[in-house]
């Protein structure tokens, strides 16, 4: 499936959407920028209007633009960071399980609650 980076531009008050090799088209707000794209993409016939990848690069000013793609490295960062935590938690509770211990010393053993602790025997 084909992807399309969009550039999000400020211009006077309106969000300029740069879609490369298609054409340009116009957002009120940013929050509406990627269903304005999905709109200009379905008035000119693109098939997968509605489930197309859309990857909108936002160009304020290059200061800001170099902290927004800083923020969402680290965004990205830490959600791989928090995914392979809770499937190391999900292993470490049932080892533990296994070996006999109860959810209430298991929850003190890894400092979470026993709630968490039986959600993450349910998820392995």
Do not use: F, H
Not at 27 to 40: F, K, L, P, Q
Not at 69 to 87: I, N, W
């Amino acid at each position: 499936m084909k992807e399309y980076t969009v550039t999000a531009t400020r211009v006077q008050g309106l969000w300029e959407l740069d879609v490369p090799g298609v054409g340009v088209t116009q957002s009120t707000t940013a929050g509406g920028a990627e269903e304005m794209v999905r709109d200009y993409l379905d008035c000119l016939g693109v098939a997968e209007a509605d489930t197309v990848p859309i990857n909108l690069v936002w160009r304020i000013a290059p200061e800001i633009d170099a902290r927004i793609v800083e923020a969402r490295e680290d965004a990205a960062k830490a959600a791989e960071l928090q995914a392979q935590a809770s499937r190391i938690n999900r292993e470490t509770v049932m080892l533990l399980k296994e070996s006999g211990m109860t959810g209430r010393d298991i929850a003190a053993v890894l400092g979470i609650s026993e709630q968490r602790v039986s959600q993450l025997a349910k998820a392995a």
